[in-house]
């Protein structure tokens, strides 16, 4: 299996329409769903000889659930639209050679027109959860805050870093860290926490965020995960920035890039 991080959007019952309410509701009520030992999938669609086909879980659709404060709140997993999502994704940041052989062109026009034809049936259904492969993308330390940040045991063994917060308190870093940078002109940065601005503003501000480095924790050491304070040396940038310190803030962010590169090595190793 490949070490993803991800970002998870938990929001209260109460805020899905009422059929999606009650899908859910039932859904905790039966225990949730328990993965097979082998994961069942289905053909999606049909790869032209010499091309990757497209398949995806055949379990239904699923979600994580978590009680805080005595309300359960729910994270669907959106599978297609993930899955549609990605593939776009990869068509666009990978190299062309890379992108045509795994992502043709009509491929991708097939999938955003599927992509658009399901957010008009219903312009609710955003992922509420992001996935990364191999590593955390740093943007994503602007919606977290260091006191927020827990290094917990796992059940399986290991050790697992995450952060928990309120998706008010992440919306309101999101669009400080989005003004600081454009004041600074720094805009490769600044497309990229607009993007994750947008995202978060749609959600309920009841509903709670959580940044969870899950088996890519398994990259790290005890030491070297105990160590990592990302978001506090995301956050100590963007100060920096206010301050006009643009010597100190270009330090303290290719400080945490350099301690991603390392992370992101395993990628291309494997």
């Given at each position: 299996?490949?070490?993803?991080?991800?970002?998870?959007v938990?929001?209260?019952?109460?805020?899905?329409?009422?059929?999606?309410?009650v899908?859910?509701?039932?859904?905790?009520?039966?225990?949730?769903?328990?993965?097979?030992?082998?994961?069942?999938?289905?053909?999606?669609?049909?790869?032209?000889?010499?091309?990757?086909?497209?398949?995806?879980?055949?379990?239904?659709?699923?979600?994580d659930v978590?009680?805080?404060?005595?309300?359960?709140?729910?994270?669907?997993?959106?599978?297609?639209?993930?899955?549609?999502?990605?593939l776009?994704?990869?068509?666009?940041?990978?190299?062309?050679?890379?992108?045509?052989?795994?992502?043709?062109?009509?491929?991708?026009?097939?999938?955003?027109?599927?992509?658009?034809?399901?957010?008009?049936?219903?312009?609710?259904?955003?992922?509420?959860?992001?996935?990364?492969?191999w590593?955390?993308?740093?943007?994503?330390?602007?919606?977290?805050?260091?006191?927020?940040?827990?290094?917990?045991?796992?059940?399986?063994?290991?050790?697992r870093?995450?952060?928990w917060?309120?998706?008010?308190?992440?919306?309101?870093?999101?669009?400080?860290a989005?003004?600081?940078?454009r004041?600074?002109?720094?805009?490769?940065?600044?497309?990229?926490?607009?993007?994750?601005?947008?995202?978060?503003?749609?959600?309920?501000?009841?509903?709670?965020?959580?940044?969870?480095y899950?088996?890519?924790?398994?990259?790290?050491?005890?030491?070297?995960?105990?160590?990592?304070?990302?978001?506090?040396?995301?956050?100590?940038?963007?100060e920096?920035?206010?301050?006009?310190?643009?010597?100190?803030?270009?330090?303290?962010?290719?400080?945490?890039?350099?301690?991603?590169?390392?992370?992101?090595?395993?990628?291309?190793?494997?």
């Amino acid at each position: 299996m490949i070490p993803c991080a991800y970002l998870r959007v938990f929001q209260p019952l109460e805020v899905f329409p009422t059929a999606e309410r009650v899908h859910w509701e039932r859904y905790i009520l039966s225990g949730g769903h328990v993965p097979p030992t082998r994961p069942v999938y289905r053909e999606r669609a049909t790869a032209p000889r010499g091309r990757v086909g497209l398949i995806s879980s055949a379990e239904g659709e699923q979600a994580d659930v978590r009680l805080v404060d005595g309300v359960y709140q729910v994270c669907p997993w959106r599978t297609r639209i993930r899955v549609l999502a990605s593939l776009l994704s990869l068509r666009e940041s990978a190299a062309p050679e890379v992108a045509e052989a795994f992502v043709p062109e009509v491929e991708a026009r097939r999938a955003a027109k599927e992509l658009a034809k399901l957010r008009r049936r219903d312009p609710s259904s955003i992922p509420s959860l992001l996935q990364s492969p191999w590593h955390v993308p740093i943007r994503w330390f602007v919606l977290v805050a260091d006191e927020e940040r827990k290094v917990a045991e796992r059940e399986e063994g290991g050790y697992r870093l995450h952060y928990w917060t309120g998706v008010g308190p992440a919306r309101e870093r999101a669009e400080r860290a989005l003004s600081v940078l454009r004041r600074a002109g720094l805009s490769f940065v600044t497309e990229l926490v607009e993007d994750l601005t947008r995202w978060i503003e749609a959600f309920d501000e009841r509903a709670s965020l959580e940044l969870d480095y899950a088996t890519v924790s398994d990259l790290f050491t005890w030491d070297e995960l105990d160590d990592d304070h990302s978001a506090r040396d995301v956050s100590s940038a963007i100060e920096a920035l206010v301050e006009g310190d643009m010597a100190r803030s270009t330090e303290l962010y290719q400080a945490v890039a350099g301690r991603w590169a390392e992370v992101r090595a395993h990628e291309s190793l494997n």
